[in-house]
């Protein structure tokens, strides 16, 4: 509910202790409010509810289930469901947490930030430790292109057969999110 609403009806209730009209107080609000001001209707129904007793100027809380289930809560709940497991379907998450399937589906893409990649949610974007992870990395690999003028082209073949061959063939470990050769004791004997 806008917070300009209850200022209106709470000067509404003042208008209704100063014993002002109907048509007295709509032109005060008007005036005082311009284009956000409460319809006539409006300003009719709470001078009369005021007049009749009521006190309080916020809304009366409505039974049934609430206009929207995208709130806090549920978007915790939903990223933990998915951070147990990430091959969970949206509509095995809306069974499970009794949500609409819709909320789930913008809850994970819109507020949690997730992608649906080959049956699994992931996030879009690196976490800060995947960052540094990949920059520790590109470091060492810029390190050892700068200390070794043989490693950038053996850095090229290995992106031909793929990374992990690379690895392989250089005797390269990963380890910590860096890069450091691996020496075979039984190849240095």
Known sequence: MSDSRVKQRCAIKFCVKLRHSATETYSKIQQAYGDTALSRAQVFRWLKAFSDGRNSAKDDIRPGRPSS?????????????????????VKMIAE??????????QILTVD??????????????????????????????????DTDPSFFP????????????MILKQNIKVSNGTLQPHLDPKKQE
Do not use: W, Y
């Open 69 to 89: 289930v995208h709130n806090d809560a549920n978007v915790e709940r939903i990223k933990e469901l998915v951070c147990s497991d990430h091959c969970l379907s």
């Open 96 to 105: 499970q947490l009794q949500l609409n399937p819709v909320t789930v589906h």
């Open 112 to 145: 949690l930030e997730m992608k649906k990649i080959s049956a699994k949610f992931v996030p879009k974007n690196l976490t800060f430790k995947q960052k540094e992870k990949s920059r520790a990395i590109c470091s060492d690999l810029l390190e050892r292109i």
């Open 154 to 165: 053996m850095l090229l073949l290995g992106m031909n057969h793929g990374f992990l061959s």
